[in-house]
């Protein structure tokens, strides 16, 4: 069963001199149940889509149905039965926790005890803090907060804009534990993030880029589906290496990415020839084989 289906998406923004054409034809489906990651970098046109699909944003052509409801005719429908938490705190930041979450139950016209067993894991966390001022808590408090008045309905499908941005590591890592834990639950959860980290831990990603999205599959067949021989080189001087790989011409592209940069050989072409052309222009250069991950696919499709 689909829960989410996207027919030919667009959207631009500006005038008719100066055009920004934030969503470019999109197309996809999600279904009931999935853990679906939109991937992609500031401006790729993340929000833009979420803010469609949550009715909150009109596309200029398209279609698009959330639970079998049409974005535009059925946006009552929609948003009783979805859950949107956006990329900034947008909570009442003078009323306390537990002030927040009444809050938004009764907007639903339902209660905190009516559906607290679906959110009892995540607001049990910050359920001592209830007294307090929403605008005083930390990063990864707020971010459970917000989950949770996003939940407190019972929602079918779960957007998540960028929820984990500007949070610690350790806030990060236990969010997609409760995502996955919600999964379980049956909710149908799309989430976007600019961390190409959290791609491994959807069941589906699209990678997006420029309103567009470059290829939709799961982590694994994405990553499978590079093709082509990738090694990682560093040396004392990493700024003047990265110039020089990329003069090479046997070399398609060269890219920073942690300790080493990667790059990837045209032609299959003997990294060998890395050493043989720039070992004697670079103290301790090293050459070594590695594996691809999201980031090196996404990369090249950008290529």
């Known amino acids: ?167 610690d590591a350790v806030s990060r890592k236990e969010f997609w534990v409760m995502l996955k834990d919600l999964q379980k639950k049956g909710i149908t959860i799309l989430v976007s993030t600019p961390y190409m980290d959290e791609a491994s831990l959807c069941d589906r990603v699209a990678l997006m880029q420029n309103g567009k999205i470059l290829s939709i599959d799961t982590p694994g067949n994405i990553v499978e589906s590079f093709g082509k021989p990738l090694f990682g080189s560093r040396a004392d001087d990493m700024l003047k290496l990265l110039d020089d790989l990329r003069q090479l011409p046997e070399i398609e592209s060269a890219y920073p990415s942690g300790i080493y940069h990667h790059v990837v050989m045209k032609n299959g072409n003997d990294p060998k020839l890395i050493r043989d052309q720039l070992g004697n222009k670079h103290n301790r250069l090293e050459v070594i084989s590695i594996k691809p991950d999201i980031e090196d696919c996404f990369i090249a499709l950008m290529h």
């Open 1 to 167: 069963m689909v829960s989410v289906k996207v027919e030919n998406i667009s959207k631009t923004y500006g005038s008719k001199k100066a055009p920004v054409q934030a969503l470019q034809g999109i197309n996809f489906e999600v279904a009931k149940g999935e853990l679906f990651g939109i991937i992609g970098p500031d401006g790729a046109g993340k929000t833009s889509l979420f803010r469609i699909l949550t009715t909150l944003l009109l596309p200029d052509t398209g279609k698009a149905t959330v639970t079998g409801f049409d974005v535009v005719k059925n946006y009552k429908e929609i948003r009783n039965s979805v859950g949107y938490m956006p990329g900034r705190f947008s909570l009442y930041q003078d009323l306390t926790v537990e002030e927040n979450l009444e809050f938004f139950a009764t907007i639903f016209t339902t209660s905190i005890k009516e559906n607290y067993e679906l959110i009892k894991d995540i607001y049990s966390q910050i359920e001592p803090f209830k007294e307090r001022k929403a605008g005083k808590l930390s990063g990864g408090m707020k971010q459970k907060l917000a989950l949770s008045c996003a939940l407190i309905h019972r929602p079918s499908v779960l957007f998540l804009d960028e929820p984990t941005t500007g949070v």
